[in-house]
Structure formats: C-alpha cells, structure tokens
C-alpha cells in the first residue's frame, strides 16, 4: 500500500500541476472579481494537497501498515456504494427538490458511511452546504437547484 500511495500521490500532483497549468490561460469574465479559471485552480490546489497527503503519509512506515490491514476488509464496500449512491440521488433528485436539502443529506450519508460521529457530520453536511452554495451563488454566480424550496435572496 505504500508504493500504492506514494505512485497515486505522484500522478495526483501530476494532473493537479496540469490542471493548474491549463486553468492559467482561461479568460477573465467582465465585470466579475474571478475569472473561468477560478474554479479549476481550486480543484488543481485541492489535487496537490491530496497527493502530498497520500506521498507523506506513504512514508510514515510502521503505523500505516496496521492501518492498510485493518483498511483491506470488505465493510468498505459499503461506504463507497453510499458514496456512488449520494452522487447519484444527487444527480437524479437535485433538480425536484434542490440543493439545500439533497446537498446535505448525501454529505450526512457519506459522513456516517465513513463513521463520523453524528454531531460532526450533521455540522459539517450542514456547513459545507452552505459554504458551497454561497460560493456558486454569490461567488461565482451559478446558481444551484432550488427545487421546492423558493429562492429566499
């Protein structure tokens, strides 16, 4: 599982430095404070971030070999049909009833598949819902499914 991390962590920063690279030369928007390539330098900063993650923690030795262990068992095949499952229902359900209460629900789900404790979960299914509507609606101006909740701003 080392070399594993320590090769995936290398080709996430590989297509996290493409992807930063490309985002670079899209057009600026006029009139907006952010341009095309705004979103996609998030996602390329966030690719980097994960694969020095998985390059670090591929050197930690020892104490992640019990972890890989413990890891190989076959009760994660639940929490990732949860996880395809959220995407889904997100997918075929946003629309109908909106983001505000699909978004939170698949977070809840996959938090809980991935045993978080529920106060966090709840927490954090609810934060991050609202960090990520703010950011499209105000921010970026994309707006997200309403759904049967009417637009309140």
Same mark, same amino acid.
């Given at each position: 599982?080392?070399?594993?991390? &320590?090769?995936? @962590?290398?080709?996430?920063?590989?297509?996290? #430095?493409? =992807?930063?690279? $490309?985002?670079? %030369?899209?057009?600026?928007?006029?009139?907006?404070?952010?341009?095309?390539?705004?979103?996609?330098?998030?996602?390329?900063?966030?690719?980097?971030?994960?694969?020095?993650?998985?390059?670090?923690?591929?050197?930690?030795?020892?104490?992640?070999?019990?972890?890989?262990? &413990?890891?190989? @068992?076959?009760?994660?095949?639940?929490?990732? #049909?949860? =996880?395809?499952? $959220?995407?889904? %229902?997100?997918?075929?359900?946003?629309?109908?009833?909106?983001?505000?209460?699909?978004?939170?629900?698949?977070?809840?789900?996959?938090?809980?598949?991935?045993?978080?404790?529920?106060?966090?979960?709840?927490?954090?299914?609810?934060?991050?819902?609202?960090?990520?509507?703010?950011?499209?609606?105000?921010?970026?101006?994309?707006?997200?499914?309403?759904?049967?909740?009417?637009?309140?701003?």
């Amino acid at each position: 599982m080392q070399r594993t991390d &320590r090769w995936v @962590g290398i080709a996430l920063a590989v297509l996290g #430095l493409a =992807v930063l690279w $490309s985002a670079r %030369a899209f057009p600026d928007v006029p009139g907006q404070k952010v341009g095309a390539g705004f979103l996609p330098m998030l996602v390329g900063a966030g690719l980097l971030l994960c694969a020095l993650g998985l390059i670090v923690r591929s050197h930690r030795g020892r104490a992640y070999a019990a972890d890989s262990e &413990r890891a190989a @068992g076959s009760e994660h095949i639940g929490s990732a #049909l949860v =996880v395809v499952g $959220s995407v889904l %229902a997100y997918i075929f359900l946003s629309e109908r009833i909106g983001f505000l209460i699909i978004a939170p629900l698949c977070l809840m789900a996959c938090f809980i598949a991935f045993r978080v404790g529920w106060q966090r979960a709840l927490l954090w299914a609810v934060v991050g819902t609202a960090v990520v509507h703010f950011s499209f609606y105000k921010l970026l101006r994309v707006p997200l499914p309403w759904g049967v909740i009417p637009p309140f701003y």
